[in-house]
């Protein structure tokens, strides 16, 4: 499943265009390397999030096409939660 898709059917991102801005931006890695929106994730993939100071890294459990709100967190379990150190 291609990665902009898996964050918006998990919600992670609630929106798929702004999934596929936020990859592009390279704010976004699967297993340590810098993806792109069309980046192919797999299950047990490692995927990093960059969400301003707030870096979330969670691991793929399950991959589905559609998934109700209330079972989207189902599709991935949250490995590590940690803020950046701000830069002046």
């Given at each position: 499943?291609?990665?902009?898709k898996f964050?918006?059917?998990?919600?992670?991102?609630?929106?798929?265009?702004?999934?596929?801005?936020?990859?592009?931006?390279?704010?976004?890695?699967?297993?340590?390397?810098?993806?792109?929106?069309?980046?192919?994730?797999?299950?047990?993939?490692?995927?990093?999030?960059?969400?301003?100071?707030?870096?979330?890294?969670?691991?793929?459990?399950?991959?589905?096409?559609?998934?109700?709100?209330?079972?989207?967190?189902?599709?991935?379990?949250?490995?590590?939660?940690?803020?950046?150190?701000?830069?002046?």
């Amino acid at each position: 499943m291609r990665l902009d898709k898996f964050l918006k059917v998990s919600r992670l991102i609630r929106r798929r265009p702004l999934a596929k801005e936020v990859a592009e931006e390279g704010r976004i890695k699967i297993n340590g390397n810098v993806a792109k929106p069309s980046t192919n994730v797999e299950v047990d993939d490692e995927v990093e999030i960059t969400f301003g100071q707030k870096i979330v890294t969670v691991q793929v459990l399950e991959l589905k096409e559609h998934v109700r709100k209330a079972d989207a967190t189902s599709l991935y379990e949250v490995i590590r939660e940690e803020r950046r150190e701000q830069i002046d």
